[in-house]
Structure formats: structure tokens, C-alpha cells
């Protein structure tokens, strides 16, 4: 991974987190992601005239990856109602870099070195015990860690077909423009079904609308992008670098709790960045 593209997928990274944090400081967990995804949507929408139709082998790959966000949307949504953003966000974005791994080695015959297996599973643990030191503090709670860790396997799920659609599509614009004018159409289909009166509050939040939905269409978007030029577990694991943003967003501005454990995660994260850094394969 060239230090270009380490730049950019850390940027998604900070991208994220935010976006995240605004989904859940809303009243609404549903009104706020749906004003989210509206937004992505959107953005979605302004691109594709700029962007080619892909080509027929692509749609099954597409398809998929809107089934998969879809999951990972709706997942999200419940896990952030009952539990707070330094539990949620950890596991979810923990569980995926080894999902991603397993996965691309499973389906695709991707194979790591020991090198490549450390950092990422350094990261993983780094992330996830951010979450896990909130058992010491009688703040765990288990439903919502059920809830991002599900979630955490759609996030793996989209990881590794949205790269490798972007790859055989051969422009990561395109195909995200594609994916995310199509997810939002979904998503928003669906709400209006089950909860009608969603899409009323979502477009009242122009903030999520504009802002959320803007950096989560550009964080991906970036992750896409970087997916065509690094090997997709690699960039996975560096965007779930997103928990040290995370927790300074949550301590800073959700008021949520510090303690010197979280900090020693957070060091972990970033110290398997580094070596995930220092990796030249």
C-alpha cells in the first residue's frame, strides 16, 4: 500500500467516524441513518450521469453489494438504539478485517504473510476491546454487542464484493455512483413500507442529509477507490482505524466515558496501523 493511498483510506477513516457519531447523537436512530443514506443517495444521483452504465457481469456484484449495505444499514440502526457509540462502533468494525481475511481466503485463495496476518489482527483486537473493557465498568451490554457484531459481518460482506465489483467494473466511481443511487433507492422503498413517516423526519435533518450523507458517500467512495489499488483486506483493516476518531468524537462531544483501557486499545489500533504501514507486499 503506497503512502498515497494509506493517506486516503485513513481520511475515509476520519470520514466515517463522523458520520457515524452524527447517526448517533440523533433522537431518531432510523430518521437520522435514513436522512444518511437519503444523502448518499443523492450524491449518488449527481454522479451517474458523469458515470458509465457497468457492464451486465457487474450487475450480479452490484446486487449484492446493496443487499449487503442494506443489512449492514438496518443492523446498525438497531444496535445503535440501546447501545452506545464506543461499544457499538468497536465490534462492528472489529469483527471485519478477520472476516474479510477469512472470507477473501476462503472464496478468492488470497493468501497473507505473517506479517500482513499481524497487523490486521492487531487491529481487530485493538478495536474490539474498546468495546470489551466496558464489561469492567457495568456498561456492556450484550444485546447491542449481538447486534454489531451481526453488523460487523455485513460491513465484511460489502467489503469484499464492492472490491471486487470495482475492480472488474475498472472505475470505482462508476460503480459506486451506481451502488449508491440503487442502495438508496432500496432503503428508502423499504422505510416508506415499514415506518412512512420516517422519510418526513429524515428530510427535517438537513444537517445528517447534507453533511452525514456527503461524508459517508465520500469516505466510501475513497474506500472503493482504494480498494482497485490495494489488496481489499489490507485497506479494510486500515478504515476500521475510524474507532481512534470514534472514541475522541465520543468522549470529546457524546460525552461517553475514558478510561486508561481504552487508551491502551486505541495504541493497539494504531500500532498494528503502523505495521500494516511498514508492510511493502
Known amino acids: 500500500m503506497t503512502a498515497g493511498v494509506f493517506a486516503i483510506v485513513l481520511l475515509a477513516a476520519l470520514l466515517h467516524a463522523g458520520w457515524n457519531a452524527m447517526v448517533k447523537g440523533g433522537a431518531d436512530k432510523a430518521a437520522a441513518m435514513t436522512a444518511v443514506i437519503l444523502g448518499q443517495g443523492l ?21 449484492g453489494g446493496v443487499a449487503l449495505h442494506l443489512g449492514y444499514n438496518v443492523f446498525l440502526i438497531l444496535a445503535y438504539r440501546i447501545g452506545d457509540l464506543t461499544q457499538v462502533y468497536p465490534i462492528a468494525r472489529g469483527a471485519s478485517p478477520l472476516l474479510v481475511v477469512l472470507g477473501t481466503a476462503l472464496f478468492f485463495g488470497t493468501t497473507f504473510t505473517p506479517f500482513e496476518l499481524t497487523a490486521i489482527v492487531t487491529i481487530s483486537i485493538g478495536i474490539a476491546s474498546t468495546s470489551l473493557v466496558r464489561r469492567a465498568d457495568g456498561l456492556f451490554q450484550g444485546k447491542a454487542a449481538l447486534l454489531a457484531l451481526i453488523t460487523g459481518g455485513f460491513i465484511a460482506g460489502y467489503s469484499i464484493v464492492d472490491g471486487h465489483g470495482a475492480r472488474q467494473t475498472g472505475d470505482a466511481l462508476a460503480y459506486f455512483g451506481w451502488l449508491s443511487l440503487i442502495d438508496g433507492v432500496v432503503f428508502l422503498a423499504g422505510w416508506a ?27 466510501y467512495l475513497l474506500v472503493v477507490w482504494a480498494f482497485t489499488q490495494a489488496p481489499i483486506a489490507h485497506v479494510t483493516a486500515l478504515r476500521e482505524t475510524s474507532i481512534v476518531f470514534a472514541l475522541l468524537i465520543g468522549v470529546t462531544i457524546l460525552n461517553e466515558r475514558l478510561s486508561l483501557a481504552k487508551v491502551a486499545s486505541t495504541a493497539m489500533t494504531i500500532a498494528g496501523a503502523i505495521l500494516l504501514r511498514m508492510n511493502r507486499n
Open 43 to 63: 450524491c449518488g444521483l449527481a454522479l451517474v450521469p458523469f458515470a458509465p452504465l457497468p457492464a451486465p457481469a457487474v450487475w450480479p456484484w452490484l446486487a
Open 193 to 219: 413500507v415499514v415506518r412512512p413517516g420516517v422519510l418526513r423526519q429524515a428530510v427535517r435533518l438537513r444537517r445528517h442529509l447534507f453533511l452525514g450523507g456527503g461524508a459517508s458517500f465520500t469516505a
